[in-house]
């Protein structure tokens, strides 16, 4: 569900999504969402208030978390888990010298298999079994990519088959894809270059998240065996997870 929110992009609230086996995931516990470098003081006391927002976790690299630092305050946990360190110098934002698809399916391939990205996955988890009161909030630059395979991970951990993953993910588009048709306004037609890196950025791609779980099933079995045995979620974690955030 989308928070009508104006001054922090693409920002969800997990509840209402049903698992496999029936169950719905609780409103208000666990939210996505873009940077907050520019929060509106309504809108984030509306977070710390209404939601009881009590951590923030922090995918960006360390160069977009100090340029664009996260305005909140200290009733909020802020941890900062990048998950990609060749991201500091190789920015979405860069002038582009590769292909955008090869290099945003590079970006989940190594989402799925760098150690230093599941580490943050790790971390990510460990942070929210620890935290068990108010909700939670993850994000990334425009929270899309290294949030939105935090999102599928803890999707499956909650128990959703692989359609309803791919749906939510999916999402994303209706938040970018306006964004995206501004964008186009603004530059030549003629600069197909710009006009693909632009749709690589802004638009949630199927190749790009078959390509995360292709790597994942291809190394380690199944997405189940990689949350258990590469990201450590054992089935007790699971278990907490799943009454904290599940109801009937």
Request: with cysteine; hydrophobic share 35%.
């Amino acid at each position: 569900m989308f928070l009508n929110f104006k001054t922090i992009d693409n920002i969800r609230d997990l509840g209402g999504i049903k698992t496999a086996d029936g169950h719905t995931i609780v409103l208000g516990r666990l939210l996505r969402s873009s940077d907050l470098h520019k929060p509106s003081a309504k809108e984030l006391d509306i977070l710390k208030n209404k939601y009881n927002l009590r951590v923030v976790i922090d995918f960006r690299s360390t160069n977009s978390s100090i340029h664009r630092r996260d305005l909140i305050d200290d009733t909020i946990k802020y941890y900062h888990k990048y998950t990609l360190k060749f991201l500091e110098t190789n920015s979405y934002n860069q002038e582009i010298t590769v292909d955008p698809d090869e290099f945003f399916m590079g970006v989940y391939r190594s989402l799925a298999l760098q150690e230093e990205a599941m580490e943050a996955y790790r971390k990510f988890f460990r942070i929210v079994i620890e935290n068990d009161e108010g909700a939670i909030l993850w994000h990334c630059t425009s929270g899309k990519d290294r949030t939105g395979i935090a999102a599928a991970l803890f999707l499956r951990i909650l128990g959703c088959d692989m359609e309803t993953i791919y749906q939510q993910h999916f999402r994303t588009n209706e938040i970018t894809l306006p964004i995206l048709d501004e964008k186009l306004k603004t530059i030549d037609p003629s600069d197909k270059k710009q006009i693909k890196y632009y749709k690589a950025y802004y638009i949630a791609k199927k190749d790009y998240i078959d390509e995360y779980f292709k790597a994942v099933n291809s190394k380690y079995g199944s997405l189940d065996e990689y949350i258990h045995n590469q990201l450590k979620v054992s089935e007790f974690d699971k278990q907490v997870l799943r009454t904290r955030y599940l109801i009937n």
